[in-house]
């Protein structure tokens, strides 16, 4: 679908289509051609008598009057060889005297072309019986053709005879024939004859080899290959949202059973040398043009880094037509900074029909916030079957606040089997009140392997306090990897007093970038740290233990309690500076303990003025040790009555040992008062 709307890019369309068309008629051109490689010059008796051997100079007039004298003359082999020739050309009428008369002397190739001709004619039962004779005197070609006849009418038992006739006598063709048949059956030996016309350099059957190997190799590994078949659990193929090209759409094959060879000392290895032999026989046919090829050469290329050569098979393949690399090789130029020629790639493709390319030119026009031409492009994308498409305008809707629009996409695409669509609807319909109605799209999601669906299902049940439930969900998250749902995994670890549990879970969640999980697992060590001994001075300063690198990681991202206890472990090693830093770092963001252990610190330097604005700000913040040292501090400038309320507010706020001695100083300045 074209959204442009000027007459350039309407005239540009109509140019592309008709390129498009060329490129079928020729594709169909190339088909007849290989069905007319039946076309048989081999002559079946003797040589031409009266002429020299052909040579590259000799034109085809000169060939073909030097056949024409010598059939004249009554030569069978200048017959069949003559007819031939004017078969190919396409001259029927004229072909068909020379091998009659050549048939009739029992040539066989006459006969095969003469089958060849007949069929063109529109005669296929007896092109059918001429084909017979000719396979009968063992020629392969006519063999191939009998039996494409016969499976054309259904007859399978006899294609397959007929193919295999042609097949054991190595002809390309028949082996390819042979092995699509067999492979319509499901039979194990389809993988044998496409490897042998593969072998005999037949570019389709080279090209459905790798796919055959590829797939057993996925089996092996049990699970999908980075560049394999994708798994998809959304309708269309699997792609990231606006994303990536996984893997080629693959044409459906047959299977066959491994060779007889020993077996590798792994399946991881064994998986990896059915790889690398797909990848040698999609290179063979993407070298003879198997645009199909040169994709999922492209594909495997990119998977291991080798962005240069993948960009030329993909570009290769684009220029033939194959939209999926056209969409590919977008990507591949986004990723090296050209976001204009992605975008003209993109649109190519989009405009045959790839939704995920459409997808791809949404995100760019949104991300330049150009929503309208993003929404067209993301339409565009659904109605070339892409349920992405939907998504994506959902979360162009919600981002804009149109919310009725969002949850109708939402459901759109949900309903259509969309996993994040359906979180992402749940999440709405959550945060419109509507619980009930969210927890089945929760579910939904969840069941078809949204890991953000189950972890708010976690969230959902722990709302109601389910904690079980709650639990159940958090782990199946978990176990996926989602951060969060590990972190909550810990913390119920801890809570039960599993502290075994609680650290392998937190660090899931600290090495997925929780920063809460990471003070979490710091503490948990921490608690098993041995007390440290009294700071000598001169002494050398300790190395870091691994708690304090966890509770370190954690104030990087700005988790305050953890920049205190850096802070303190810092002091405790007698590394004063970077004890302030961490001080003063959490203090800026509002801990209350910051600011106080930087006001002892200051104190202790002989800033206590510095030092009084610290504590000041802990005191306000409810720090009852805090507000305790301003009325120690104001008792002793003589400011009793500032004195005396400071203690109050260390009374209010404790704890109880800090309650105790502010009260028994606040009685101490007010009978200095009253004195």
Request: glycine share 10%.
């Amino acid at each position: 679908m074209v959204f442009m709307g000027d007459r350039a890019t309407l005239l540009e369309t109509g140019r592309f289509v008709q390129r498009h068309a060329r490129n079928a008629a020729d594709e169909i051109i190339e088909a007849v051609a290989a069905v007319d490689a039946v076309v048989d010059t081999t002559a079946g008796t003797g040589t031409l008598p009266d002429a020299g051997p052909e040579t590259e100079a000799e034109t085809e007039a000169e060939t073909e009057g030097r056949h024409r004298r010598a059939a004249e003359r009554g030569d069978v082999d200048a017959m069949s060889a003559l007819g031939a020739l004017l078969l190919r050309r396409g001259d029927l009428d004229g072909a068909e005297p020379f091998l009659r008369a050549a048939t009739a002397e029992g040539d066989r190739a006459a006969a095969n072309n003469l089958g060849v001709l007949l069929h063109q004619r529109g005669y296929p039962d007896e092109a059918a019986g001429w084909w017979r004779v000719a396979a009968v005197a063992g020629s392969a070609p006519a063999a191939h053709a009998l039996g494409r006849h016969h499976r054309e009418r259904g007859d399978e038992p006899a294609a397959e005879y007929w193919l295999r006739q042609a097949a054991e006598q190595g002809h390309a063709l028949g082996a390819y024939a042979l092995a699509d048949l067999l492979e319509h059956r499901s039979d194990v030996g389809a993988e044998r004859w496409l490897r042998a016309a593969a072998e005999q350099g037949h570019r389709e059957a080279a090209y459905r080899l790798a796919v055959a190997l590829e797939r057993r190799a996925t089996e092996t590994f049990r699970g999908p290959h980075a560049y394999g078949p994708a798994a998809a659990g959304r309708a269309g193929h699997a792609y990231d949202t606006a994303g990536r090209l996984r893997a080629a759409d693959l044409t459906r094959t047959g299977e066959d059973r491994p060779r007889a060879v020993a077996p590798p000392r792994t399946a991881e290895a064994a998986g990896a040398g059915l790889l690398g032999e797909a990848e040698q026989w999609f290179r063979q046919a993407a070298a003879r043009g198997h645009r199909r090829a040169a994709l999922h050469l492209g594909a495997i290329l990119e998977h291991r880094g080798e962005l240069k050569e993948a960009g030329r098979w993909y570009l290769s393949a684009a220029k033939e037509g194959e939209a999926k690399a056209a969409c590919a090789l977008g990507f591949l130029l986004r990723d090296a900074g050209d976001e204009e020629s992605a975008a003209v790639w993109w649109l190519r493709a989009a405009q045959d029909g790839d939704g995920n390319a459409a997808n791809a030119l949404g995100a760019l026009h949104a991300a330049r916030g150009e929503q309208q031409t993003a929404e067209r492009w993301y339409r565009a994308a659904m109605d070339a079957g892409d349920v992405n498409g939907a998504y994506n305008l959902g979360l162009l809707c919600a981002a804009q606040d149109r919310l009725p629009q969002a949850e109708q996409w939402y459901r759109r695409a949900a309903y259509a089997g969309h996993r994040e669509a359906a979180n992402a609807l749940a999440v709405l319909l959550l945060q419109a009140g509507d619980a009930n109605g969210a927890e089945p799209w929760f579910s939904k999601a969840a069941e078809a392997g949204s890991v953000d669906a189950a972890f708010n299902l976690g969230i959902l049940h722990a709302g109601r306090d389910d904690d079980r439930a709650a639990l159940a969900w958090y782990e199946r998250a978990a176990a996926a990897g989602h951060t969060e749902a590990a972190l909550q995994v810990g913390i119920a670890a801890l809570r039960d007093g599993d502290e075994q549990t609680a650290e392998r879970h937190l660090r899931c969640a600290a090495g997925g970038g929780s920063a809460e999980a990471a003070f979490r697992l710091a503490t948990v060590l921490d608690a098993r740290r041995p007390e440290p001994g009294p700071v000598v001075l001169g002494a050398p300063v300790d190395q870091k233990t691994e708690c304090e690198e966890w509770y370190e990681r954690a104030a990087q991202q700005g988790h305050r309690r953890a920049q205190v206890r850096v802070g303190m472990l810092a002091a405790d090693r007698g590394d004063l500076t970077e004890a302030a830093r961490w001080y003063r770092e959490a203090a800026e963001a509002g801990s209350r303990n910051g600011a106080f252990n930087l006001g002892l610190l200051l104190a202790r330097e002989g800033n206590e003025r510095e030092a009084a604005l610290w504590w000041t700000r802990a005191a306000r913040a409810g720090h009852g040790r805090a507000a305790l040292r301003l009325g120690l501090l104001a008792a002793r400038r003589g400011e009793l009555s500032e004195g005396r309320t400071w203690c109050a507010r260390a009374v209010e706020l404790g704890p109880a040992e800090v309650a105790e001695r502010a009260a028994r100083l606040s009685e101490a300045l007010h009978e200095e008062l009253t004195a």
